[in-house]
T-cell receptor, first 111, second 111 residues
Framework: DVKVTQSSRYLVKRTGEKVFLECVQD?????MFWYRQDPGLGLRLIYF???????EKGDIPEGYSVSREKKERFSLILESASTNQTSMYLC??????????FGPGTRLTVL | QKEVEQNSGPLSVPEGAIASLNCTYS??????FFWYRQYSGKSPELIMS????GDKEDGRFTAQLNKASQYVSLLIRDSQPSDSATYLC???????????FGTGTRLTIIP
């Protein structure tokens, strides 16, 4: 069965902290994605990666960075968390057919 | 025009009836299409993918794609209260790993 896992379901951080969100997939997928989802704004792509060590900016990359050192793992980094980064963060992975499978999500609150 | 458009709803359907969800798209996302179901507080779950014109059936779900008219729809037969969720339509184009998501239609099945 397809499996995407995320390191935390709920996270509370303080403004200015560095935050790491990790995502692991066990399907040997080439592509991995980070989204945030906010009420009324839908899913917005932050970054994606189509291969190890490769990354591309999505629609809203400002304030975020990513790392993909191994095929199965894709990390999202908030360099200095701000309150407007309070959101649901969703990781997904896909292969060449573009069917994306999502992890359970991390609800991040920045105080 | 947005690349993928959905009526936000809410759409209310009596239990046992057919629920019809529609999505229109622009030329930039005209190759492959996906329907996701998202329960409140949960992550999106892939329920159907469709790549060519016509109908594709999977259990109680039928996806319909009409490339000439640029719309894709999802029919849910014998609707159940457990079908109550937000349904996201997504599309992509040749050689593009990214999906473009609509903002979703909230469906409520009334017992």
């Amino acid at each position: 069965d397809v499996k995407v896992t995320q390191s935390s379901r709920y996270l509370v951080k303080r403004t200015g902290e560095k935050v790491f969100l990790e995502c692991v997939q066990d399907m040997d997928h080439e592509n991995m994605f980070w989204y945030r989802q906010d009420p009324g704004l839908g899913l917005r792509l932050i970054y994606f990666s189509y291969d190890v060590k490769m990354k591309e900016k999505g629609d809203i990359p400002e304030g975020y960075s990513v790392s993909r050192e191994k095929k199965e793992r894709f990390s999202l980094i908030l360099e200095s968390a701000s309150t407007n980064q309070t959101s649901m963060y969703l990781c997904a992975s896909s292969s060449a057919d573009n069917e994306q499978f999502f992890g359970p999500g991390t609800r991040l609150t920045v105080l | 025009q947005k690349e993928v458009e959905q009526n936000s709803g809410p759409l209310s359907v009596p239990e046992g009836a057919i629920a019809s969800l529609n999505c229109t798209y622009s030329d930039r996302v005209s190759q492959s299409f996906f329907w996701y179901r998202q329960y409140s507080g949960k992550s999106p779950e892939l329920i159907m993918s469709i790549y060519s014109n016509g109908d594709k059936e999977d259990g109680r779900f039928t996806a319909q794609l009409n490339k000439a008219s640029q719309y894709v729809s999802l029919l849910i037969r014998d609707s159940q209260p457990s079908d109550s969720a937000t349904y996201l339509c997504a599309g992509t184009d040749f050689g593009n790993e990214k999906l473009t998501f609509g903002t979703g239609t909230r469906l409520t099945i009334i017992p």
